[in-house]
């Protein structure tokens, strides 16, 4: 079993920037898949970022060229670097693990992400 928890949330101006943290309860290095998700009030969550076990990343067409998925193994923690943020990237943001190749997965509590001047 995985857990993982979000932190890095917070208010913020348009143009500006956050990183947000996904820090996992063991080693990530083999974990298949770990990916960020948003929700956004009365709107479905939806896919921000996804970043597999070989490195490879994958974004939504929405956030493409501003947000970054990376991360560093030795301290078990991805994160989601946001720029150029906008009013309608506020959203609850979710970080989710895919220990492996089977759809079982982890999910985080949250943090809120508000972009408004």
């Known amino acids: 079993q995985v857990q993982v928890v979000e932190s890095g949330g917070g208010l913020v101006q348009p143009g500006g920037s956050l990183r947000l943290s996904c820090a996992a309860s063991g080693s990530i290095s083999s974990i298949y898949a770990i990916n960020w998700f948003r929700q956004a009030p009365g709107k479905q969550r939806e896919l921000v970022a996804t970043i597999t076990s070989t490195g490879s990343t994958n974004y939504a067409d929405s956030v493409k060229g501003r947000f970054t998925i990376s991360r560093d193994n030795a301290k078990n923690t991805v994160y989601l670097q946001m720029n150029s943020l906008k009013p309608e990237d506020t959203a609850v943001y979710y970080c989710?693990?895919?220990?492996?190749?089977?759809?079982?997965?982890?999910w985080g509590q949250g943090t809120q992400v508000t972009v408004s001047s």
């Open positions: 989710r693990a895919q220990p492996t190749i089977y759809p079982r997965y982890y």
